[in-house]
Antibody
Framework: EVQLVESGGGLVQPGGSLRLSCAASGFTFRSYYMSWVRQPPGKGLEWVANINQDGSDKYYAASVKGRFTISRDNAKNSLYLEMNSLRAEDTAVYYC?????????WGQGTLVTVSS | EIVLTQSPDFQSVTPKEKVTITCRASQSIGNGLHWYQQKPDQSPKLLIKYASQSISGVPSRFSGSGSGTDFTLTINSLEAEDAAVYYCHQSSSLPVTFGGGTKVEIK
């Protein structure tokens, strides 16, 4: 069974940093594209970033480019999202997802709240 | 960026009724359109891929159709457990984008 477990969310002040992690199990992690998708409270879904199987290709939404960095460690079956210069509008539940051209597996999400 | 417009935003439906949700893309996306269901306090779940392809484990009352710019998700004979928000998503070009969602309420 595919399992994706996010961690690292919490309350952070505007301008601060946070690192999210996603532990993957139940599938061959190194064989799949992975993504982060976020959802502000009470709102819809927004794609954040993609990374290919070996980490050599990364793509970002315009709203986070230059502030967020996606990475992975295939030896640890883990996906990461380094978030810097956080803004109030980054407040959301962040989901780790396995990706083909569609998102076929989702974690339970981790809440990031940016507030003073 | 490709904009996906879902309609309606909200639908209140009686059990066993048929539900139709539409998703219109701002430019042609072929069949690169996927549908998700999100129940309250849960993560989204993939329902339909590539506009009309079924997903293992998803009840057969869920079906999708369309290509190009106009797509439809149909729920035949709605059940109480189908109360959720439904999202379309396009993977035809980056950035991938989602529709705004359609909330289905059970009367």
């Amino acid at each position: 069974e595919v399992q994706l477990v996010e961690s690292g969310g919490g309350l952070v002040q505007p301008g601060g940093s946070l690192r999210l992690s996603c532990a993957a199990s139940g599938f061959t992690f190194r064989s799949y594209y992975m993504s982060w998708v976020r959802q502000p409270p009470g709102k819809g879904l927004e794609w954040v970033a993609n990374i290919n199987q070996d980490g050599s290709d990364k793509y970002y939404a315009a709203s986070v480019k230059g502030r967020f960095t996606i990475s992975r460690d295939n030896a640890k079956n883990s996906l990461y999202l380094e978030m810097n210069s956080l803004r109030a509008e980054d407040t959301a539940v962040y989901y780790c997802t396995r990706m083909f051209y569609y998102f076929d597996s989702w974690g339970q999400g981790t809440l990031v709240t940016v507030s003073s | 960026e490709i904009v996906l417009t879902q309609s309606p935003d909200f639908q209140s439906v009686t059990p066993k009724e048929k539900v139709t949700i539409t998703c219109r893309a701002s430019q042609s996306i072929g069949n690169g359109l996927h549908w998700y269901q999100q129940k309250p306090d849960q993560s989204p779940k993939l329902l339909i891929k590539y506009a009309s392809q079924s997903i293992s484990g998803v009840p057969s009352r869920f079906s999708g159709s369309g290509s190009g710019t106009d797509f439809t998700l149909t729920i035949n004979s709605l059940e109480a457990e189908d109360a959720a928000v439904y999202y379309c998503h396009q993977s035809s070009s980056l950035p991938v984008t989602f529709g705004g969602g359609t909330k289905v309420e059970i009367k």
